[in-house]
């Protein structure tokens, strides 16, 4: 409780000040550009874009509910991946951008927003097939990233207090947006550097996630419809 009162002191006693991070703008203004990133593909000569192919509102809407899952990417790189890490890969593979993080961002603020009501439940997608082997990759993430935040996180944070606040990404603070892999990495500089595409903080959201499972995906402060 100490812990959590002192969060909010320090919450409080730095939403004034802008830092820096991606460039200003609002969740709203962020989940317009993933629509646009979403529905048209960067490069005239090669219109396919990402609703080309997801082209079913019906089948993405789970998407934010159920990550982080195991992507079964072809070897070395299935792994356990976030939402973000996921749409990330899909930019650099689809649409070849070297820099995919603020196209990323956006999708995922796009299909979050897309998603928002859907009760998380990691791994899995309601009517999709369930793969025991995946959820046995999740289970193994999950481990490891209770592990990881017992480590680097639990002198900080109350784990029951500080979870929901993973809802609250991609957050817009300070007139700043920034996913939750990124914020992770760079919010205290007693932190390792996590890298927001990486395995750790992939394996740090999923035990997060997991302990969420049940609540609706939100989008803070706002849902906006799809
Ligand atoms: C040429 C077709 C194609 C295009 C274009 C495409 N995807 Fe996909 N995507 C797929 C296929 C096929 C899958 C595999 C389904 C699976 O693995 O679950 C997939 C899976 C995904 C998943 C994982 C969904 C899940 O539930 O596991 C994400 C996230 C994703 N794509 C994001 C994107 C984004 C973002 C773009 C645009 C940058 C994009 N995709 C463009 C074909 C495409
Ligand atoms: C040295 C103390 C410290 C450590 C270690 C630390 N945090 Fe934090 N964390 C803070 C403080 C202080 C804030 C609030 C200030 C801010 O938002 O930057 C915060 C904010 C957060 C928030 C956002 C809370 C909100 O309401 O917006 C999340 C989520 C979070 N931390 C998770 C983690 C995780 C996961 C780890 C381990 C990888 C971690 N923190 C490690 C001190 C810490």
Redesign the pocket.
């Known amino acids: 409780m100490v812990r959590f009162i002192a969060?909010v002191v320090?919450?409080l006693a730095?939403a004034g000040g802008a830092s820096a991070g991606a460039p200003a703008g609002g969740l709203a203004e962020l989940v317009a550009e993933g629509e646009r990133w979403w529905k048209s593909s960067p490069d005239p000569r090669d219109p396919v874009a990402c609703a080309t192919c997801h082209y079913d509102p019906a089948e993405t809407r789970g998407w934010a509910a159920s990550f982080p899952k195991y992507r079964p990417l072809p070897p070395p790189e299935g792994r356990v991946m976030t939402l973000f890490q996921a749409n990330a890969e899909a930019v650099q593979r689809h649409y070849r951008l070297p820099d995919a993080e603020r196209p990323a961002l956006a999708i995922t603020a796009y299909l979050t927003s897309h998603g928002a009501g859907t009760p998380i439940s990691p791994g899995i997608v309601a009517g999709q097939a369930v793969f025991e082997s995946r959820l046995r990759a999740l289970a193994e993430s999950v481990a490891r990233g209770e592990r990881?935040?017992a480590r680097?996180?639990r002198?900080?944070?109350d784990a029951g207090a500080?979870t929901p606040?993973?809802l609250?990404f991609p957050?817009a603070g300070n007139g700043q947006v920034e996913s939750?892999e990124r914020f992770?990495g760079r919010?205290?500089p007693?932190?390792p550097r996590?890298g927001s595409d990486g395995q750790p903080s992939a394996d740090?959201i999923a035990f997060?996630m997991s302990r969420l499972a049940g609540r609706p995906v939100s989008v803070a402060p706002f849902s906006v419809a799809p």
């Open positions: 969060l320090i919450v730095s990881l935040y680097w996180c002198s900080c944070h500080v606040a993973a609250l957050a939750l992770l919010h205290r007693e932190l996590l740090v997060l």
